[in-house]
């Protein structure tokens, strides 16, 4: 690891104020995760990706276009001794699709001598114009996966009682979706997740769970970090923004802040206000007796 | 003549051929490519040995951008 200047120490390592994220048998200098999809030009992506901070990014797997004038390939515009690849399994809709993609993954990454051909991100959709996450598959791909020998990280909506399921079959990691996948509609139920992350550390206080999918922009990112959440996992946002590097950069930051502020505690919400200067001394009177605060007319 | 299907489409070849001399004409780097035959992955230190054969369904895959 670098070592970064010490006024931009934060930014740059976490190991100072926190402990890196394990995760899958990974250990992540990095807790936000990010795609690698829907980018303009693999510059923008690479550029993204470097700004973003990110040292895990997620790739999917796809028939190669045989034989046609082959364009680019992303594997040309990733640095694989700086991001260890995290392959997924979108696009499949049923367990038995999703396994073999996992293998096809692997398989490639094996060939690279890629740290992450051990993991997959494990992802079963229900529909395509949803694209919410089928339970009953996920259960059986994830169960397959697990007896295989990967690292499972799977992705499943914000139901607790499915991410219970889906620790107790062997998942390295629950990653709830914060709202579907590219909706950039945020956390739409964080009591859903708030009672996640009591179920799942619950006795494994470091189990590790991921926030994937539907961040639109920074403050989902804090929100998310601050609600006790080990990492979030986006793409559309930072690809999809007007000034996607801008934004990769807006994302590490706001991680940084939602993990610091996780760490360092929020203070309770209070109905009335408490002064931060002293109350002794001042020269002024108060319009109202001190125990007037409330229905005094 | 024999026919497999390659990535969805089928494909006629004069006889039973190898990974390795099915993929010779394809322009990415085989580091970055799987192979799977009637849903199971052929590792890639088979690729040269493992004949592809009549009514086989072959995938060959690679990495895309996702999330």
Not at chain 1, 151 to 156: D, E, G, K, W
Not at chain 1, 173 to 198: D, F, T, W
Request: proline share 7%; glycine share 8%.
């Amino acid at each position: 690891m670098s070592t970064p200047a010490a006024s931009d120490a934060p930014s740059q390592t976490q190991t100072e104020w926190d402990a890196p994220l394990r995760v899958g048998g990974h250990t992540l200098t990095s807790r936000l995760i990010v795609g690698t999809g829907r980018y303009e030009t693999m510059e923008e992506m690479r550029q993204s990706l470097d700004q973003s901070g990110a040292t895990c990014v997620t790739v999917a797997v796809r028939r190669e276009r045989l034989y046609a004038p082959s364009g680019e390939n992303i594997l040309d515009f990733l640095d694989l001794d700086r991001y260890t690849l995290l392959p997924n399994t979108a696009g499949c809709f049923n367990a038995v699709d999703a396994v073999r993609a996992a293998r096809l993954g692997r398989e490639i990454l094996t060939t690279l001598g890629n740290p992450g051909a051990n993991w997959v991100k494990l992802e079963v959709l229900g529909d395509s114009k949803t694209l919410l996450p089928d339970p009953v598959e996920t259960l059986a791909a994830c169960r397959e996966l697990v007896a295989d020998g990967f690292s499972v990280l799977c992705y499943t909506s914000d139901d607790p009682v499915i991410a219970r399921r889906l620790k107790e079959l062997g998942a390295a990691s629950v990653m709830p979706a914060g709202s579907p996948i590219g909706s950039g509609q945020g956390l739409l139920n964080p009591n859903n997740l708030r009672i996640i992350l009591e179920y799942l550390k619950q006795d494994d206080p470091h189990y590790p769970v991921i926030v994937d999918a539907g961040v639109g922009t920074a403050s989902d990112v804090s929100e998310a970090f601050e609600l006790g959440a080990d990492g979030v996992l986006l793409n559309t946002a930072i690809a999809h923004a007007r000034d996607p590097v801008l934004m990769a950069s807006a994302m590490k930051h706001a991680a940084i802040a939602g993990r610091q502020a996780y760490l360092a505690g929020r203070i309770p919400k209070r109905l009335y206000g408490t002064a931060s200067s002293p109350v002794e001394g001042v020269i002024s009177t108060r319009p109202y007796g001190a125990a007037s605060r409330s229905t005094e007319k | 003549m024999i026919t497999v299907t390659l990535n969805g489409n089928p494909v006629e070849l004069e006889q039973p051929l190898s990974i390795r001399d099915l993929l010779e004409s394809v322009q990415v780097p085989p580091d970055y490519l799987a192979v799977e035959i009637n849903a199971e992955v052929v590792p890639r230190a088979e690729h040269p040995t493992h004949l592809v054969h009549d009514g086989d369904v072959v995938e060959v895959v690679t990495l895309v951008g996702g999330g």
